[in-house]
C-alpha cells in the first residue's frame, strides 16, 4: 500500500489542465528545446515560488515511487519510476520544504 498522499483525477482543474500542456509540450517539441525554456522559466520564478514548484515536483517523484512500489509502470516509464523511487528512499527525510 502506498505510503504517500492519494492523488484523485480532477481533470477539470487547472493544475490538471497545466499537467496536460506540458504533456503537449513535451510530445510536440524537442526534449532539449523544452527542458531548456522550461527550465530557465523556473529559474526566473520568484525564490518563494520555486520552493513551491520544487514540491510540486517532488509530490510527483512520490507518486511515481509508488507506482513503482506498487507495480503500476511498464517499460516505458520503468526507469522514471524506478528513480523516484531510489531517490524518495535516499531522501526521505529531506523531502519537507518550508515555505518562505
Given at each position: 500500500?502506498p505510503?504517500?498522499?492519494?492523488y484523485?483525477?480532477?481533470p477539470?482543474h487547472k ?14 517539441t524537442s ?11 523556473l ?12 514540491g ?12 513503482y ?20 528512499n ?7 520544504l518550508?515555505?518562505?
Open positions: 500500500m505510503n504517500h498522499k492519494s484523485d483525477l480532477a477539470n493544475s490538471y489542465d497545466l499537467a496536460l500542456e506540458l504533456e503537449r509540450q513535451v510530445n510536440s526534449l532539449a528545446e523544452v527542458s531548456k525554456n522550461f527550465c530557465e522559466g529559474n526566473h520564478s520568484h525564490r518563494t515560488l520555486q520552493q513551491k514548484q520544487m510540486v515536483f517532488i509530490e510527483a517523484m512520490k507518486m511515481w515511487a509508488d507506482n512500489n506498487n507495480g503500476l509502470y511498464d517499460l516505458r516509464n520503468e526507469a522514471t519510476c524506478r528513480l523516484c523511487e531510489a531517490i524518495v535516499q531522501f526521505e527525510d529531506a523531502m519537507h518550508p515555505f518562505i
